[in-house]
T-cell receptor, first 113, second 114 residues
Framework: DQQVKQNSPSLSVQEGRISILNCDYT??????FLWYKKYPAEGPTFLIS?????DKNEDGRFTVFLNKSAKHLSLHIVPSQPGDSAVYFC????????????FGTGTRLKVLA | DGGITQSPKYLFRKEGQNVTLSCEQN?????MYWYRQDPGQGLRLIYY???????QKGDIAEGYSVSREKKESFPLTVTSAQKNPTAFYLC?????????????FGPGTRLTVL
């Protein structure tokens, strides 16, 4: 049972345009969400996060939106750059107890020059 | 400089052999985690530890074992009982007092069982 889903395995976007990566979750008890970026044969690096008490968090070109009623979050990258080409994972977690992450299956973003 | 190291980067073993993957961190983080990544799948949690000498099973612990004798070290043993051990293994750590719940990842070890 996949608690965190990224239904688009890949996405291609033209340089300078907006990239929108989506993530859905099933467990309403998750209270913290994160996005990680991963290059091949490397460990993921943290990108941006959002607490369940917020609906938006911004950091430079990256914005994460959370819609709790729909159990949906999205990552917007504006403007997209070729260096953004990577696999993006969303993760849902709990801010107490085990602090475990549940990862989605990832979306491979390709930004075309 | 601080970080998480995993060694080796590539590891080859014969079927039926146990193999231990190293994970060391000098970030003074409390919790450490082991994940595996398979093609087309997300990262799945194998084991985690929040304090020394204590650890818990994750979602796919069968065929694996861990130890946490020191705060900075969390080695993972892939035993011969693991049915499909070939994968990319990632170690992570975090400070439990951090409010942003961020885990820091090592560079990973690709294990290939021949």
């Amino acid at each position: 049972d996949q608690q965190v889903k990224q239904n688009s395995p890949s996405l291609s976007v033209q340089e300078g345009r907006i990239s929108i990566l989506n993530c859905d979750y099933t467990n309403s008890m998750f209270d913290y969400f994160l996005w990680y970026k991963k290059y091949p044969a490397e460990g993921p690096t943290f990108l941006i996060s959002i607490s369940s008490i917020k609906d938006k968090n911004e950091d430079g070109r990256f914005t994460v939106f959370l819609n709790k009623s729909a159990k949906h979050l999205s990552l917007h990258i504006v403007p997209s750059q070729p260096g953004d080409s990577a696999v993006y994972f969303c993760a849902a977690s709990f801010l107490s107890g085990t602090y475990k992450y549940i990862f989605g299956t990832g979306t491979r973003l390709k930004v075309l020059a | 400089d601080g970080g998480i190291t995993q060694s080796p980067k590539y590891l080859f073993r014969k079927e039926g052999q146990n193999v231990t993957l190293s994970c060391e961190q000098n970030l003074n983080h409390d919790a450490m985690y082991w994940y595996r990544q398979d093609p087309g799948q997300g990262l799945r949690l194998i084991y985690y530890s929040q304090i020394v000498n204590d650890f818990q099973k994750g979602d796919i612990a069968e065929g694996y074992s861990v130890s946490r004798e020191k705060k900075e070290s969390f080695p993972l043993t892939v035993t011969s009982a693991q049915k499909n051990p070939t994968a990319f293994y990632l170690c992570a750590s975090r400070r439990l007092a951090d409010s942003n719940n961020e885990q820091f990842f090592g560079p990973g070890t690709r294990l290939t069982v021949l």
